[in-house]
T-cell receptor, first 113, second 113 residues
Framework: DAKTTQPPSMDCAEGRAANLPCNHSTISGNEYVYWYRQIHSQGPQYIIH???NNETNEMASLIITEDRKSSTLILPHATLRDTAVYYC??????????????FGQGTELSVKP | ETGVTQSPTHLIKTRGQQVTLRCSSQSGHNTVSWYQQALGQGPQFIFQ???????GRGNFPPRFSGLQFPNYSSELNVNALELDDSALYLCASRRQGSTDTQYFGPGTRLTVL
């Protein structure tokens, strides 16, 4: 199983960009990088995913390095409501039915006024 | 996309009892996964159901079992409850397909005394 490494915590000033790094050096060619976040005691919320190209949606941008060994989630204008634990996940495939999600410890992002 | 619901919200049981947790998948989603999240940890994959059959399982003992119904609702059953089973139990649903995104419900908080 490909593993991910994330810093345990980060701070960000409200209104500034939050850049959350993730290392996934053992990722294989057919595995996607997914990002979820979890606000205290709620279910994880899907943010974005990508394979090898950079991706952007209404919530965030995902930058994946050319060698695919690391990625960065960018929240362009962080707000207090973005305070959460952010999980970087490599999506395993099995039984050709899509795969389980392996969560690590995540990064606890604190957005401060 | 949203719409995964779980019941009950909270539950208290005593050691040795049995518990059933319920999940209603988002409309159009025919694959459901269950996760256990202990306090301070990331969610851990329990198993996945597709077409009413289990087709993937994490490192959990057989006393954790599940059912998926034709309307794509599902149940997680845990027998012989242990204190360490105290956790947030999450279900996640998606359409069948190797890259379809999983969407999580709000979870059921189980406390075993």
């Amino acid at each position: 199983d490909a593993k991910t490494t994330q810093p345990p915590s980060m701070d960000c000033a409200e209104g500034r960009a939050a850049n959350l790094p993730c290392n996934h050096s053992t990722i294989s060619g057919n595995e996607y990088v997914y990002w979820y976040r979890q606000i205290h005691s709620q279910g994880p919320q899907y943010i974005i995913h990508g394979l090898k190209n950079n991706e952007t949606n209404e919530m965030a941008s995902l930058i994946i390095t050319e060698d695919r060994k690391s990625s960065t989630l960018i929240l362009p204008h962080a707000t207090l409501r973005d305070t959460a634990v952010y999980y970087c996940i490599v999506r395993l495939l099995f039984y050709n039915q899509g795969g389980k999600l392996i969560f690590g410890q995540g990064t606890e992002l604190s957005v401060k006024p | 996309e949203t719409g995964v619901t779980q019941s009950p919200t909270h539950l208290i049981k005593t050691r040795g009892q049995q518990v059933t947790l319920r999940c209603s998948s988002q409309s159009g989603h025919n694959t459901v996964s269950w996760y256990q999240q202990a306090l301070g940890q990331g969610p851990q994959f329990i198993f996945q159901y597709y077409r009413e059959e289990e087709n993937g399982r994490g490192n959990f003992p057989p006393r954790f079992s599940g059912l998926q119904f034709p309307n794509y609702s599902s149940e997680l059953n845990v027998n012989a409850l242990e204190l360490d089973d105290s956790a947030l139990y999450l279900c996640a649903s998606r359409r069948q397909g190797s890259t379809d995104t999983q969407y999580f419900g709000p979870g059921t908080r189980l406390t075993v005394l």
